[in-house]
């Protein structure tokens, strides 16, 4: 099936909607040079079929001998192209209109319309790359800071797929030795390998074991943190979006209740996404407007990764900060002590007493702003600093892969001690392998190709 599937030759708009300088149609196949000659004039008169691989060339596209736009013609030959297939690629004037119309002639001329990260998936199965380093690709497109990209750079370049192929590499070490034991129990095999086997066991399942712990991390980088400011009204919430921001996004006043609806917006707080949330602080709903945002506000609280509670520093603590204290009592969160500015009268001790961070500041100065920051950024860390340039595991199909992993080197490890027979032994180790091919595309399942590229926007 899947070789029919790669017979055809496709194509797709692979720049993005809208109008700009420059948009691509980009074809993959066989007949991608013979489909290029079919609407390419060049100014040089020689045909597509002719052009050697990684050259340019200036001409026109058109329709029935009629000139559609000026381009230029990219060709990439087998088998040194992203797909390892002959690649032609349309640079044109980037309107809509145009696109389409060159899109649509590629597809009179026999290519069909690509489906959803086709180009890529053909990369995989034409062997370029393997599964790890395909979804790389979305997650560059999606990267949301510096250090998101560098960490799907890096798993782009193959550093993820040479970590988990040195972890295969000493699974299937172990695995030839007790098949050896298993076929030659005449030579006595085990006993002199085993104790080697199990500290190479261990020290698998120590490195398999690191990259778990480094998981979290790496999900952060990639996926981001959401973020949820609320307070009592008029404490200062959209003065400190705002601040962070460090631009006007809220509407500050002094009447309380000026924010009605959620605001989003996404900040980068050393190298981590933030999805920072602007909440109404309307805490007794005087009408159905504001009751929409009372329950929009705590909706956001519950799916919240992290809670910043604001309290008014000129002011005592009263019953309704103790209300929203106790709402998200089972919530991270980090207690901001806001309006510094105008005098300190609330009682410090009582909100140390319940949250483990407390920060002073003033959004409206933007003092000691750098301080919550630094909080945010040492919850998204746990403590640590998260290094984009290492290997690291964002990928949470990777990650429940590699828990099957480390599960099944647990049970190896069982077994043999236990004296169980080699066979089981073996099988154990067998299926840590099945995982691990499945991290890189070894094995793999129609529909699991289907599940991964779904996500792909259509042209890459």
């Given at each position: 099936?899947?070789?029919?599937?790669?017979?055809?030759?496709?194509?797709?708009?692979?720049?993005?909607?809208?109008?700009?300088?420059?948009?691509?149609?980009?074809?993959?196949?066989?007949?991608?040079?013979?489909?290029?000659?079919?609407?390419?004039?060049?100014?040089?008169?020689?045909?597509?079929?002719?052009?050697?691989?990684?050259?340019?060339?200036?001409?026109?596209?058109?329709?029935?001998?009629?000139?559609?736009?000026?381009?230029?013609?990219?060709?990439?030959?087998?088998?040194?192209?992203?797909?390892?297939?002959?690649?032609?690629?349309?640079?044109?004037?980037?309107?809509?209109?145009?696109?389409?119309?060159?899109?649509?002639?590629?597809?009179?001329?026999?290519?069909?319309?690509?489906?959803?990260?086709?180009?890529?998936?053909?990369?995989?199965?034409?062997?370029?790359?393997?599964?790890?380093?395909?979804?790389?690709?979305?997650?560059?497109?999606?990267?949301?800071?510096?250090?998101?990209?560098?960490?799907?750079?890096?798993?782009?370049?193959?550093?993820?797929?040479?970590?988990?192929?040195?972890?295969?590499?000493?699974?299937?070490?172990?695995?030839?030795?007790?098949?050896?034991?298993?076929?030659?129990?005449?030579?006595?095999?085990?006993?002199?390998?085993?104790?080697?086997?199990?500290?190479?066991?261990?020290?698998?399942?120590?490195?398999?074991?690191?990259?778990?712990?480094?998981?979290?991390?790496?999900?952060?980088?990639?996926?981001?943190?959401?973020?949820?400011?609320?307070?009592?009204?008029?404490?200062?919430?959209?003065?400190?979006?705002?601040?962070?921001?460090?631009?006007?996004?809220?509407?500050?006043?002094?009447?309380?209740?000026?924010?009605?609806?959620?605001?989003?917006?996404?900040?980068?707080?050393?190298?981590?996404?933030?999805?920072?949330?602007?909440?109404?602080?309307?805490?007794?709903?005087?009408?159905?407007?504001?009751?929409?945002?009372?329950?929009?506000?705590?909706?956001?609280?519950?799916?919240?990764?992290?809670?910043?509670?604001?309290?008014?520093?000129?002011?005592?603590?009263?019953?309704?900060?103790?209300?929203?204290?106790?709402?998200?009592?089972?919530?991270?969160?980090?207690?901001?002590?806001?309006?510094?500015?105008?005098?300190?009268?609330?009682?410090?001790?009582?909100?140390?007493g319940v949250f483990q961070k407390v920060i002073e500041l003033s959004a409206k100065k933007g003092k000691n702003l750098k301080l919550l920051e630094d909080a945010i950024a040492e919850f998204a860390g746990q403590g640590k600093l998260l290094n984009p340039e290492s290997i690291c595991v964002s990928n949470l199909r990777h990650i429940q892969a590699l828990k099957k992993v480390l599960e099944a080197l647990k049970q190896t490890k069982s077994s043999w001690e236990q004296n169980d027979s080699l066979e089981f032994v073996a099988q154990s180790l067998k299926d840590a392998g099945v995982y691990l091919d499945r991290i890189l595309g070894k094995s793999f399942s129609e529909d699991l190709l289907e599940k991964i590229f779904a996500d792909f926007c259509i042209g890459k």
């Amino acid at each position: 099936m899947l070789k029919d599937y790669l017979s055809d030759t496709i194509a797709a708009i692979s720049t993005s909607c809208g109008e700009g300088g420059i948009g691509i149609v980009r074809l993959s196949g066989k007949k991608a040079l013979a489909i290029a000659d079919k609407i390419f004039i060049s100014r040089s008169g020689a045909c597509a079929a002719n052009f050697k691989s990684y050259t340019l060339h200036y001409g026109k596209i058109c329709v029935q001998g009629q000139p559609l736009d000026e381009v230029l013609l990219s060709v990439m030959r087998k088998p040194k192209s992203y797909t390892r297939e002959d690649v032609v690629e349309i640079n044109c004037h980037g309107g809509a209109v145009v696109l389409q119309k060159i899109l649509a002639l590629a597809l009179e001329k026999g290519a069909r319309l690509a489906e959803p990260g086709e180009f890529t998936k053909r990369a995989f199965l034409n062997g370029r790359i393997d599964l790890a380093q395909a979804e790389a690709v979305i997650d560059i497109i999606r990267a949301k800071t510096d250090s998101a990209l560098r960490l799907s750079l890096s798993q782009l370049s193959g550093g993820l797929s040479k970590e988990i192929n040195k972890i295969r590499r000493g699974v299937l070490d172990i695995l030839v030795s007790l098949e050896a034991a298993i076929d030659f129990p005449e030579e006595d095999l085990q006993p002199k390998n085993k104790q080697k086997n199990l500290q190479n066991l261990k020290i698998i399942s120590a490195n398999l074991e690191q990259l778990l712990q480094d998981s979290f991390g790496g999900r952060i980088l990639r996926e981001g943190i959401q973020v949820v400011i609320c307070g009592r009204p008029n404490v200062g919430k959209s003065s400190l979006l705002n601040a962070l921001l460090k631009k006007e996004r809220s509407i500050v006043t002094a009447i309380a209740g000026t924010t009605r609806d959620t605001i989003e917006e996404l900040l980068d707080i050393k190298g981590i996404p933030v999805k920072i949330i602007d909440t109404a602080g309307i805490l007794r709903a005087r009408n159905l407007i504001e009751k929409q945002a009372v329950l929009r506000s705590h909706k956001q609280i519950t799916l919240a990764d992290l809670v910043i509670i604001l309290f008014e520093a000129n002011k005592k603590l009263n019953r309704h900060d103790w209300k929203l204290v106790k709402q998200i009592k089972h919530k991270k969160a980090i207690a901001v002590i806001n309006k510094i500015d105008l005098g300190l009268k609330i009682e410090k001790d009582e909100i140390a007493g319940v949250f483990q961070k407390v920060i002073e500041l003033s959004a409206k100065k933007g003092k000691n702003l750098k301080l919550l920051e630094d909080a945010i950024a040492e919850f998204a860390g746990q403590g640590k600093l998260l290094n984009p340039e290492s290997i690291c595991v964002s990928n949470l199909r990777h990650i429940q892969a590699l828990k099957k992993v480390l599960e099944a080197l647990k049970q190896t490890k069982s077994s043999w001690e236990q004296n169980d027979s080699l066979e089981f032994v073996a099988q154990s180790l067998k299926d840590a392998g099945v995982y691990l091919d499945r991290i890189l595309g070894k094995s793999f399942s129609e529909d699991l190709l289907e599940k991964i590229f779904a996500d792909f926007c259509i042209g890459k």
